[in-house]
């Protein structure tokens, strides 16, 4: 037993050179593959599509975006992101109404890179069919934000005003509108008019003509309301006739809108109420409208009562 260990010792001294060789090239080897295949990445938010064929749409899908781990070169790795990764499932015998269970693979992924896949997250998609269909709907701004005080939003004019929306019919029969994408008001100091793009929905594939909108805001001053009561009413008539003119009621009450600090401003003798006796010549009774002048800016939104009895004598 000695002498076998002694010989094989004597052996190995002699090749002591070859191994350190081979130990050599084996280390580098491993780091040769190590540095083709020993690195990993998640890449998350890798949109999730769906190609069916033509006359049919999505109407439900369980997975908009998935995330993946990757495994690859350095370089590989490094060239990855959710911009140039893309999944495409494609159902080539499509089921109205019914789920339809598709385990993710790496078939289905458009992968520019070397890198290899090592799961999927989520590892399977829910989709439901359903017939296209197609419908003009109106336009709506998504707003976001608030205007600066005493400022709002007088009107919104949108150019086209209704789209031509394509999707799955039970999707597009519970939409009432098309919106935009999210308009932020904050900061907007005065009227603007801008292009914006059209909001797809996650539900389903939907598709739109045209994709971008023109909205035009008017923005005012904000506007308020205020009451005003016991305002005389005047009897205007023509002059050189001596008559004797009664108004009953003899006031009325006013409430007058218009910019915040407009309305501030007003006072009960800038409000001229009065009913126009100049045509009349019966000495009777009449029921006449009350008119109500107010400077300019402000408008009436309620006279009450709006007419008073007018009672002639000579």
């Known amino acids: 037993m000695k002498n076998r260990f002694s010989t094989y010792w004597k052996n190995l001294r002699q090749e002591k050179w070859l191994l350190l060789l081979c130990l050599g090239l084996a280390f580098l080897s491993w780091q040769s593959i190590h540095r083709n295949l020993g690195f990993e990445d998640s890449i998350s ?15 439900e ?14 370089e590989d790795i490094r060239y990855l992101n959710n911009t140039q990764l893309r999944i495409v499932i494609p159902v080539a015998e499509p089921r109205q109404g019914e789920d339809i269970h598709i385990k993710l693979s790496e078939k ?38 608030s205007l600066p005080e005493g400022l709002e939003v007088d009107r919104i004019i949108y150019s086209p005003a209704a789209i ?3 999707g799955a019919r039970q999707v597009l029969d519970r939409m009432q509108y098309i919106h935009t994408e999210s308009i932020e008001l904050k900061d907007r100091q005065i009227s603007f008019k801008e292009s914006f793009p059209i909001a797809l929905p ?19 001053q904000r506007s308020s309301t205020q009451e005003f009561d016991q305002i005389p009413v005047q009897i205007l008539c023509a002059p050189g006739k001596n008559r004797n003119i009664m108004a009953q009621p003899q006031s009325v009450t006013i409430t007058v809108k218009g910019q915040m600090q407009r309305i501030e401003q007003l006072r009960k003798s800038d409000v001229f109420a ?19 002048n107010l400077p300019s800016g402000l408008k009436i939104v309620k006279t009450n009562p709006a007419v008073v009895h007018v009672t002639i004598e000579n």
């Open 274 to 292: 009065y009913v126009n006796c100049t045509e009349l010549t019966e000495k009777t009774g009449y029921d006449l409208p009350v008119i109500v």
């Open 202 to 220: 996650q539900e389903g594939r939907i598709r739109v003509d045209p994709d971008w909108v023109s909205v035009d805001f008017s923005l005012v």
């Open 108 to 145: 289905y992924l458009k992968n520019p890179t070397s890198a290899k896949v090592v799961r999927f997250s989520p590892s399977e998609i829910v989709l439901k069919l359903d017939q296209e269909t197609e419908r003009m709907l109106p336009v709506k701004a998504a707003l976001s934000g």
């Open 164 to 166: 031509r929306v394509s």
């Open 61 to 74: 899908k369980s997975v908009h975006r998935a995330n993946i781990e990757f495994r690859g070169s350095r």
């Open 45 to 59: 938010n890798v949109s999730v599509d769906v190609d069916v064929p033509e006359g049919w749409a999505v109407w």
